[in-house]
């Protein structure tokens, strides 16, 4: 079985889509388990995947509640999640067909870890040019929106995602299994949101993000990092 474990917070307007997304495009959609981890949300996100796990009849769909903070949301759905391999997933990205057979086939090649290749929802050149780099196996090409499949075995030897730091938690998972040499890129493209880039400014949001690896480099702390991001892009 395959967990895929989804944090949420405030996300009526897209969740209901991914969970039909990890149905349908499923190739052994009775094989998976769902886990919703809501972190406090004041809209209807809760009450909608709750319904939702009541009508259907093919994978299992639980909703629980932690901690607000994704690192502690992903966290804590590993810890109730049934499955041997773990699939954490980002609410506003979306697998591509057949994503179970790929990460059984990746982990079965000898590949404990690894994530999909991925692409904007989004026709901006520059978003077309970064979702072409993440093809390439190397660490600054990843992130947390590309997803992270990882053995329950292997998540439970490096210690899972920190749930003490308030940021970047999926390349702090990542920056470990980079150490260890275990981290596969599938050469399959899942999709996501560019929302937050269209948000903010596409080469706006980009130049925040170079400043945050060139300040992780110099070996700034993540508090001081989290600082940053609060004032810069919150």
């Known amino acids: 079985m395959i967990s895929i474990i989804i944090p949420v917070l405030n996300e009526e307007s897209s969740i209901l889509k991914l969970l039909h997304h990890l149905q349908e495009y499923a190739q052994e959609a009775n094989s998976l388990e769902v886990i919703v981890v809501d972190g406090g949300s004041t809209d ?92 390439f196996s190397w660490k600054a090409g990843r992130g947390g929106d590309q997803s992270q499949y990882i053995t329950r075995e292997l998540y439970d030897q490096i210690g899972g995602y920190n749930t003490e ?8 998972l990542i920056t470990r299994l980079y150490e260890r040499d275990q981290y596969y890129v599938i050469p399959k493209w899942l999709t996501t949101s560019a929302r937050r880039y269209h948000d903010k400014g596409v080469f706006s949001l980009q130049w925040f993000y170079i400043q945050i690896y060139w300040k992780k480099y110099r070996g700034a702390s993540i508090d001081e990092i989290y600082q940053y991001y609060l004032i810069k892009c919150s």
Request: charged residues 20%.
């Open 44 to 135: 209807a996100t809760v009450q909608l995947v709750a319904d939702y796990a009541l009508l259907q009849n093919k994978c299992v769909v639980k909703v629980v509640s932690s901690e607000k903070g994704r690192g502690k949301q992903m966290h804590y759905g590993s810890t109730i999640a049934t499955g041997e391999f773990l699939y954490f997933l980002h609410a506003d990205s979306c697998p591509p067909s057949n994503y179970d057979a790929h990460i059984t086939k990746a982990v079965k090649d000898g590949n404990p870890a690894g994530c999909f290749r991925m692409k904007f929802k989004s026709r901006h050149p520059w978003l077309i040019i970064i979702g072409w780099f993440t093809r």
């Open 165 to 172: 730091i308030p940021i970047y938690e999926d390349y702090d």
